[in-house]
């Protein structure tokens, strides 16, 4: 295998591409924005103060600070990756049709005739209380691509549900 044939699918590997609403990306970008500028500081703060103590080799408390130091970076390195990969849905160019990602669900339920209204997101917007599903969760991968009037059979731990498809809506 030739070096830019490795590097191109390691670059496939490390890019992996997500979608996101303005909202989620701002969020995503906010979150890292405090680590990196308050998080970071305050971290290197407590080492500093742990390392005043005396002897580091039986200072539990510079041990961990050295260890939340450590958790912070990777959640750094997590983030900064997400928004490497993030792209911002364009929903003027989305089918009104079908469900997709951003469509809003209203889907009744057969076994006990509850109505749901559910928006379909990223996984990294998903909140329930909210109504946001993950596109990847088990109903939203059921969901995903069925029409009004469809039927959609989901597959969850203690069998199959059947959701009538109500409305879609952006």
């Known amino acids: 295998m030739k ?12 890019s992996k591409v997500s979608y996101y609403t303005a909202e989620g990306l701002k969020k995503l970008r906010d979150e890292l924005r405090q680590l990196k500028d308050v998080e970071r ?25 050295k260890e939340a130091q450590g958790m912070l970076e990777m959640r750094i390195s997590k983030l900064e990756d997400q928004l490497a990969g993030a792209r911002i849905i364009d929903e003027s160019q ?5 469900i997709l990602v951003l469509s809003k669900v209203k889907i009744k339920n057969q076994t006990n005739g509850m109505e749901m209204l559910y928006t379909l997101v990223a996984d ?3 909140d329930l209380a909210a ?3 993950s596109v990847n969760s088990p109903i939203g991968k ?7 009037g469809e039927v ?15 409305e879609i809506s952006r």
């Open 3 to 14: 070096h830019w044939q490795l590097f191109n699918i390691n670059d496939e590997v490390m």
């Open 41 to 65: 500081v305050n971290a290197s703060k407590a080492i500093a103060e742990a390392r005043d103590k005396g002897d580091l080799s039986e200072n539990a408390e510079y041990d961990a600070a």
């Open 94 to 98: 989305m089918d009104n049709s079908k």
């Open 124 to 126: 990294g917007e998903a």
């Open 131 to 133: 109504g946001k599903i």
């Open 142 to 148: 059921g969901l995903l691509g069925k029409t009004v």
């Open 152 to 166: 959609a059979q989901i597959e969850v731990p203690n069998g199959v549900m059947k959701f009538d498809i109500i």
